[in-house]
């Protein structure tokens, strides 16, 4: 990674005509293709929380699903406490509020990632951001986190926030945002391992009492509910959804597809066990090297493989590597090293991901009849296969040491004889 700035680049007529034009194509898209899910899963969040408010027991909630059976909320009680406001409003206008909320949390995650990547490079950081909007917008995973009304934009904005502005400006709030995103959806609690892996012991014990008292919170609330999830209805993962739907992108999914419905429980444990050490060690290198966004990035992916349910529109953190393939490629193109290998996986993690390699039967593109033998296998777990060869081959950026806006490392970053994965400084 550089560290001195660019010369400021101008933005001219030209420019802007490129960025109206990549708007409206973007824009004419998302028309053609509609809102396909019409925020289903907000739909039931909302419905199960005016069911609480009215007095009863918010997981007594279900409703009927022609694919899933029945379904109901699955999130602990202080995810329905912070949704409670929105159940006293017409469901168009608490979906308005929530569409607003998840908007504005996906772009502000967008610019911490995007802003100092434009600022070494001499563009303004509104231009590259409204530039990467229309773009990251039509990978399946952003795409259909809005369109099914999820919580994903809010929970990624707070683990972005958290580790690449509080972090590194050492603010005693670092740990507040993963805290609660892990009270929200206990999936981002990957994160607090991955601060107590870097070292980083005050963040981690924050991050570990926000989750508790924002738990507790619920519980003052509902006692009855708080226990009920805690102590039964966390460990049965089926209420979420079959895991061997194709929609299910983690390694339970993958061998509960194999295995005719039922994922083997050791060779589940087995490949947890080495995805975990393997990813983890990787992201504390990252974080080591100073490039925090590929160490965060890292964690959430070993985060999704692990998890007994990763829907394809939780793979958000395919938008962070997207940014340090092409920052890298960019970087090295400029100083003539061999830069194809990352554009190459950037090219091919964008593509399959907005053309959704996964909804291919879907959509009629392949036969139901070739989800057989190695093309089958392929296409049905492509999400699985890419976020495992991310887990190998994100490479790692040296942090920019004269804009101080690197996290303190917790190694010597001279030591790390990898900066990248193709074997040569990032």
Not at 108 to 127: D, E, H, K, M, Q
Not at 166 to 180: D, H, K
Not at 190 to 207: G, S, V
Request: hydrophobic fraction near 55%.
């Amino acid at each position: 990674m550089p560290t001195t700035r660019a010369g400021r680049v101008r933005i001219g007529p030209r420019r802007v005509v490129v960025l109206l034009a990549v708007w409206a194509v973007a824009g004419g898209a998302h028309v053609w293709y509609g809102n396909r899910h019409h925020f289903f899963d907000f739909g039931i969040y909302y419905r199960a929380v005016r069911w609480w408010a009215a007095g009863h027991d918010l997981y007594s909630y279900s409703q009927p699903d022609p694919v899933q059976g029945t379904l109901g909320f699955t999130y602990p009680p202080c995810a329905a406490l912070l949704l409670r406001p929105l159940a006293a409003l017409p469901l168009g206008a608490a979906q308005a509020v929530f569409t607003a909320v998840s908007v504005a949390a996906g772009v502000a995650a967008l610019w911490c990632l995007i802003a100092p990547v434009a600022a070494r490079y001499g563009y303004p950081a509104w231009f590259a951001v409204a530039l990467a909007i229309p773009a990251a917008s039509w990978l399946e995973p952003v795409r259909e986190t809005f369109s099914f009304g999820q919580i994903n934009f809010v929970l990624a904005a707070l683990v972005v926030i958290d580790l690449l502005v509080a972090a590194p400006r050492r603010s005693r709030l670092t740990g507040v945002g993963i805290g609660l995103a892990t009270a929200i959806k206990l999936t981002p609690g990957i994160f607090i391992i991955y601060l107590l892996l870097t070292r980083r012991w005050r963040a981690a014990a924050t991050a570990i009492a926000t989750a508790l008292a924002a738990n507790l919170a619920g519980a003052a609330v509902g006692w009855h509910d708080t226990w009920w999830f805690w102590t039964e209805l966390l460990w049965k993962t089926e209420r979420i959804g079959h895991p061997d739907r194709l929609e299910n992108q983690s390694l339970t999914g993958s061998l509960a597809r194999l295995g005719d419905g039922v994922a083997n429980r050791p060779v589940w444990a087995l490949l947890a066990v080495l995805v975990m050490a393997y990813g983890l060690w990787r992201a504390r290198r990252a974080a080591a090297a100073g490039d925090e966004a590929s160490g965060l990035t890292l964690a959430a992916f070993v985060g999704c493989l692990v998890s007994p349910v990763t829907w394809s529109h939780h793979l958000l953190w395919f938008v962070p590597a997207l940014v340090v393939l092409v920052d890298v490629a960019l970087e090295r193109r400029r100083t003539g090293r061999r830069w194809w290998p990352p554009a190459a996986m950037a090219a091919v993690l964008y593509v399959t991901t907005t053309f959704s390699i996964i909804s291919w039967y879907d959509w009629h593109v392949v036969a139901r009849s070739a989800g057989r033998g190695v093309p089958g296998f392929l296409i049905n777990n492509w999400y699985v296969l890419l976020t495992l060869a991310l887990l190998v081959a994100l490479p790692f950026r040296r942090a920019p040491q004269a804009e101080g806006t690197a996290a303190a490392p917790v190694d010597d970053p001279r030591t790390l004889a990898e900066c990248g994965s193709w074997g040569e400084p990032a």
